[in-house]
């Protein structure tokens, strides 16, 4: 079978004696030869450039004993291939090149060449696939149209918000053509984007919906979002599993697991036995350890860990990981000690 048996049965976890672990954005600050590549490198030059993308997705998995490596990238690939770029201010943060702020603007967007623009990813891909074989796992990912969406309108990230709604949210009721042709052209750009990963040899990959909690309630989160995401699942090979995250939208996951996705990413704020309690045994869940947990001790991380894999009871269909992000306060021998705790673990 392999590339870790079929991802593990296709994310039912069937048959293993404990959940597989990894992250869902395993790369980062707490690494310190993540670190030092970065005092030399740029992070869009790494993430642009195939040799040093790979060895990011790569770095990880030496140190760790993790069942996935996941390719080093960026969700803001996507509108950048479709023609808006995006670049960090100097003083942090994300700021797109130019605000999609006119029809025009959306009308200039294109889709055919995403495959070709983002050529650089697919061959990160390969290269990362070559250096595991097939006894682990490769995964991709990309941003959910409205996620991508929020940027591109916006004009940067969540310091650009307005608190009572955004930029984004006004076009889709203000404007409903205009936004309905944005995110058409987005999902057929994400399809394109996700297809190449596979074919590059990709197991499975992940839609982040990080701004989904900006739609509002769930006929609303229906209608800007999850619509789009389905859509892209359904374009998808059924043989390669999907697992969909969306922040602080665990309260909707049945309608989240109607996208079709094989998996759902679930953050900390809810227990996972309860999120099992709506969706039922025919969708995966991944999660859900508070991130900033890897921040304290070894023996509290243990306990968070251990309080994790008991709220599961040791059912398949569970993927171990983080609620979110890894963050850059991590200390490796937190993550190690998770790690351990998720390879020891025995239910009962």
Not at 25 to 31: F, M, S, T
């Amino acid at each position: 079978m392999n590339s870790r048996e079929r991802f593990l049965s296709a994310c039912q976890c069937r048959p293993v004696s404990r959940p597989p672990v990894w992250f869902m954005r395993q790369a980062g600050r707490y690494l310190p030869e993540y670190r030092a590549l970065r005092q030399r490198h740029e992070f869009l030059s790494m993430v642009r450039t195939p040799e040093l993308a790979a060895e990011v997705s790569l770095q990880p998995l030496r140190r760790f004993g993790l069942d996935a490596a996941i390719v080093f990238s960026d969700i803001l690939v996507v509108p950048e291939a479709m023609g808006q770029g995006y670049h960090f201010r100097d003083g942090g943060g994300i700021a797109m090149d130019f605000t999609l702020d006119s029809a025009s603007h959306v009308r200039a967007l294109e889709v055919a060449s995403v495959r070709e623009r983002l050529d650089y990813l697919a061959r990160a891909l390969r290269l990362v696939r070559r250096e595991l074989g097939g006894g682990t796992a490769l995964l991709g990912f990309a941003g959910a149209p409205w996620t991508l969406a929020v940027y591109m309108v916006e004009g940067g990230g969540a310091g650009r918000l307005a608190p009572a709604g955004s930029r984004l949210r006004a076009m889709a009721d203000g404007t409903p053509g205009i936004f309905s042709e944005l995110m058409e052209k987005l999902t057929a750009a994400v399809v394109e984007c996700l297809l190449m990963q596979i074919e590059s040899g990709a197991d499975a990959v992940q839609i982040f919906d990080s701004w989904a909690a900006l739609c509002g309630d769930a006929t609303a989160y229906q209608r800007l979002s999850l619509q789009w995401v389905a859509r892209i699942i359904a374009a998808l090979p059924p043989r390669v599993p999907v697992i969909v995250f969306a922040k602080g939208m665990a309260a909707h996951a049945a309608a989240l697991a109607s996208t079709g996705a094989r998996v759902l990413g679930v953050d900390w704020t809810q227990r996972l036995s309860a999120v099992r309690a709506i969706v039922g045994p025919g969708v995966a869940l991944q999660g859900n350890l508070e991130p900033a947990i890897l921040e304290s001790t070894p023996e509290k991380v243990r306990e968070a860990t251990r309080a994790v894999l008991d709220d599961m009871a040791g059912a398949p269909g569970h993927i171990f990981n983080l609620g979110h992000g890894i963050t850059p306060g991590a200390s490796l021998e937190n993550v190690s000690a998770m790690i351990e705790s998720v390879h020891a673990f025995r239910p009962g």
